[in-house]
C-alpha cells in the first residue's frame, strides 16, 4: 500500500509540472509562433522535474517487483491514461503563475512583451 500512495503522489506532481509545460508551450505558440518564450515561462529549475519523473518509474519498479506486478502495471496503465484524457485546466492552475513570472522578469526592462502577457490572458 505504500507503494501506491508514494506513486499516486509522484504522478500528481509529474502531472501538474507536466500541464505547466505544456501550457508554457502554447502560450509561447499563440504569442510569437515560436518556442523560445518556453524557457522564460517556466521556473529556474524546471530541469529538476526530470528527477520527479525518474521517482516516478523507480516507485514503480519497486512496486512491480517488491508487492504485485498486477497493481504496478495497473498503475502504469493508469498513470499513461491520464496523461492521455485527462483535460488541464490551464487557467485556474498557471495563469497566475506565468503573469507574475512574467512581469517580475521583464520589472527591470522597459520592453514588456504584452503579446506574451495578452497569450496568458486568453489561456
Do not use: E, H
Amino acid at each position: 500500500m505504500y507503494y501506491i500512495s508514494v506513486f499516486i503522489i509522484i504522478a500528481l506532481v509529474n502531472f501538474y509540472f507536466f500541464g505547466m509545460q505544456r501550457a508554457a508551450m502554447i502560450i509561447s505558440r499563440n504569442a510569437s509562433g515560436d518556442s523560445r518564450f518556453v524557457t522564460v515561462l517556466l521556473p529556474d529549475k524546471f530541469f529538476l522535474v526530470r528527477l520527479i519523473t525518474l521517482a516516478k518509474y523507480i516507485i514503480l519498479i519497486l512496486m512491480l517487483l517488491f508487492y504485485s506486478w498486477q497493481t504496478g502495471l495497473l498503475c502504469f496503465g493508469a498513470d499513461c491514461l491520464a496523461f492521455i484524457l485527462i483535460p488541464i485546466p490551464y487557467r485556474l492552475l498557471y495563469s497566475r503563475v506565468f503573469t507574475a513570472r512574467v512581469i517580475r522578469i521583464f520589472k527591470s526592462s522597459s520592453m514588456v512583451p504584452y503579446a506574451l502577457i495578452d497569450s496568458i490572458s486568453r489561456l
